[in-house]
Structure formats: structure tokens, C-alpha cells
């Protein structure tokens, strides 16, 4: 893509109802600054090849030499999404609209000496991508992150990061892969818990010392205060859930990402239904009938026709569509490092793969290759941001009377 022009950035900076204010969140080498090198290469700031190796924003020396981002660095990116018109003549030119966005990034610090520079990056952003390390898990700088976002009333997408080493390093298969990361997602989730449970706790104890005032203006100064409940709030949307598209899988690494949307647009058809009724169905227990492959049947439903024993057996929906085949290419090109297999792989993808590519020894450049044409990095997080990020407008009416 063509370096964008100041000027186009410029113009776009005017209306605020496209603009998204984003700032990256995690742990210590969680991945934050290779997922920014991906997101810069969108706008032809560096080469997709070198995204992850030139840390473009860790413009310091000494955070090039440590390997680390120790200051906050904030770059504007621009995207355009095609949208199809709902028109009959679908295949005509005119068939999709563009809508222009502003993207202004903040890449931030991961270790707790800089806490400060993520407190200002958060403060200046109104959503945030929240990367996880799947291997170490939600670290002590995970918690504190998420508390500030939390504190500044940021809305996060949770971004699992470094599946592929699940895959090489950990030897995990698909479903010990997803039972993996639903635990790490009640944990994640468990952190949000505590803080929403906290604020209610605090806001329930304002209000009772009012009603106490209330009470004694009403009764007197002695007598029992015996009108008083807890009340009840639903906290629903403050977790991540992957079936509502908030939480991102992938390898910043290798390039490659996804959201239950994605491929939920993908199989909607062949199992004849709509993208919006397949993906609250993409997480969780539910399981393609094994007959038909048309059919997605809770567990119950799988017991009733195929007995507990194949039911407690049965490969989830999210494994089967979403999983199965990034190991796919996985064990085809890195483990076994079979060209048929390969050859194969790259056929049923539809990907585009060149020549040098193809003939290259180090095997990490071919698969790099197949993942970004097949699951780009950089279009699903894009796509998070726009869709599940508030825009400046949005978002200050919540801000605002915290801050």
C-alpha cells in the first residue's frame, strides 16, 4: 500500500465520528510492538516482510538495543473499508461504498518501571487492544493494565497472542488448545470481575451512608436503620466473550489473526444460515452434526442421537471450523515440512504465495506467507478496532464524569 499523504490524515482528523483512539496494553514481550509493526505496514510505513524485526516505534536507541519499549510512541494510520451496497446489481462498479478512518495508535511499555507511560497512554486512548501471551498467561503487568483501562473507562478487545507456540513449542493439539484458552479467558474475565465488584462495592456504600443521613433527618438520630438492600446490576458487558467478537486469536509474529466473525462469514453458507445466528455458536459447547454437516446441535442434543460417550468425545464447533485448519498448515509446513501437503494447503486456501517464497529454505517465510493472505493480522484488528472501539464522540460521554 501507497505511504498516505499527511494531508489525507489531516482532513480525516476533522471528523471525529471516524476516528478511533487506541492505545496497546500488555505484559512485558507480550507482543504489543510486533502487532503495531503489523498495523504500520498497512499504510506502506515498512514492508509486511519486516514487520516484528524493525520495532518502528521504538525510535529510542537504547529500547532498540534492550529489546523492550520503555517510552509511549502514538502514530496516526489510515484504513477504508468496502462496504456492498444492498442493491440488486451487485456485480456493477459501483457495487460498494468506501468509508475512510483514522486510526491513532499509541504503542505502550509492558514492564512496571514505565507505568506511567501506559497510565498517559490510557488516559489519551478510548479503546485499547489487550494482548495476552498464551504460554505465559495473565502476568502481574496484564492485571495492571487491564486496571487502568478499567480506571479510565477504556473499552478493551482482548488479543490471545503467540498460538503458533501452542502449536511448535507446546505440541498442543486443537482441543487442548481450546481448552487452554477458555481457561485463560475466565481468568482475564475473573480480573474484570474483581474490579467491577470493587466499584459496586464502593458505589453501594456511598449510597447507604446517604440513606443513613436520609434515615436519621426522617427517624432521629437513634433510631435502627432497617430499609436497606444491595441492589442488583447486570455486568454482562463487561467481559470478554470470543462469540460476541471481542477477543482476537493469532501470531503477531507470523502475521496472522482472527475473530469468531471471520470465519462465522465463512461456513454461514454451506451450513445454511446466516452469519449473525452461526457465530453465538462459534464458542462454547456446541458441535456440528457429524450426518448432515449442516447442522450445529448443543451437547444434549449430540447425546440424544449419538449417545454421552461420542458426545463427551465430540470436537467443539470453534475447534473444528477455527483451529483444525491453522494446525493444519502448521504441521504441513513447519513440522512435517511436506511439499505435497503444502502444495495442498496453499490450493484449498486460495492464497497467493510467490515463487521465492515457495523455494525459500527457512520454512517460517512460507508459512508467514500463507497466514498473512490467508488470516491478515492487520484486517482483523482493524476490523475490531472500527467495530467493537467507540469513537471519540461515543466515547467521552462515559469518560468524561470519571475523569
Given amino acids: 500500500m501507497p505511504v498516505i499523504p499527511p494531508a489525507k490524515l489531516a482532513e480525516l482528523q476533522k471528523n471525529p465520528h471516524s476516528i478511533r483512539n487506541v492505545c496497546v496494553l500488555a505484559h512485558v514481550d507480550h507482543g504489543k510492538t510486533t502487532l503495531s509493526d503489523a498495523l504500520l505496514a498497512t499504510n506502506g510505513i515498512i514492508s509486511t516482510k519486516l514487520a516484528g524485526k524493525v520495532r518502528y516505534l521504538d525510535s529510542r536507541e537504547d529500547e532498540q538495543e534492550r529489546g523492550i519499549t520503555m517510552e509511549s510512541s502514538g502514530i496516526s494510520l489510515y484504513y477504508k473499508v468496502l462496504t ?9 462498479q459501483d457495487s460498494h461504498t468506501a ?29 485499547a487492544l489487550v494482548l495476552v501471551d498464551v504460554v505465559e498467561g495473565v502476568c502481574t503487568q496484564t492485571i495492571s493494565v487491564l486496571r487502568q483501562a478499567w480506571a479510565e473507562r477504556v473499552r478493551p478487545v482482548l488479543f490471545f497472542n503467540k498460538i503458533d507456540r501452542l502449536i ?9 488448545a481450546y481448552v ?17 465488584e470493587g466499584d459496586r462495592l464502593a458505589e453501594d456504600s456511598r449510597k447507604l ?19 436497606w438492600y444491595l441492589e442488583e ?67 444434549k442434543q449430540y447425546a440424544k442421537l449419538y449417545g454421552a460417550g461420542k458426545a463427551a468425545a465430540a470436537t467443539p464447533l470453534f475447534v473444528q471450523l477455527c483451529f483444525i485448519p491453522v494446525w493444519q498448515v502448521y504441521e504441513s509446513v513447519i513440522i512435517e515440512n511436506d511439499q505435497e ?7 484449498t486456501l486460495g492464497t497467493k504465495v510467490l515463487p521465492r517464497d515457495r523455494r525459500s529454505k527457512d520454512r517460517r517465510i512460507l508459512l508467514t506467507a500463507i497466514m498473512q493472505g490467508w488470516l491478515p493480522l ?26
Avoid at 487452554?180 to 467491577?196: D, R, S, Y
Avoid at 436519621?216 to 438520630?221: L, W, Y
Avoid at 501437503?341 to 490450493?347: G, R, T
Wanted: charged residues 25%; aromatic residues 10%.
Fill in 84 to 92: 456492498k451496497k444492498d442493491s440488486e446489481r451487485s456485480e456493477e
Fill in 99 to 127: 468509508s475512510e478512518y483514522l486510526i491513532n495508535l499509541i504503542d505502550s511499555p509492558g514492564h512496571i518501571d514505565f507505568a506511567s507511560e501506559v497510565a498517559s497512554a490510557a488516559r489519551l486512548s478510548d479503546g
Fill in 233 to 299: 446490576k447486570d455486568d454482562s458487558h463487561i467481559y470478554f466473550s470470543p462469540e460476541q467478537g471481542n477477543v482476537l486469536f493469532g501470531s503477531a509474529i507470523d502475521g496472522w489473526a482472527f475473530s469468531t466473525s471471520h470465519f462465522a462469514q465463512l461456513f454461514a453458507e454451506k451450513l445454511g444460515t446466516s452469519p449473525e445466528r452461526l457465530q453465538p455458536l462459534m464458542w462454547g459447547d456446541y458441535f456440528m452434526d457429524p450426518k448432515s454437516k449442516r447442522r450445529v446441535l448443543t451437547r
Fill in 180 to 196: 487452554h484458552i477458555q481457561q485463560l479467558v475466565e481468568q482475564v474475565n475473573a480480573v474484570l470481575a474483581g474490579f467491577w
Fill in 378 to 403: 492487520a484486517q482483523a484488528c482493524m476490523v475490531a478496532i472500527l467495530e467493537k472501539l467507540p469513537s471519540p464522540v461515543e466515547a467521552q460521554l462515559l469518560r468524561l464524569p470519571y475523569l
Fill in 209 to 227: 451512608e446517604e440513606a443513613k443521613e436520609k434515615w436519621k433527618e426522617t427517624h432521629g438520630e437513634d433510631a435502627p436503620m432497617t430499609e
Fill in 168 to 176: 511448535v513449542e507446546w505440541k498442543m493439539s486443537p482441543s487442548e
Fill in 341 to 347: 501437503k503444502i502444495d495442498k494447503v496453499i490450493s
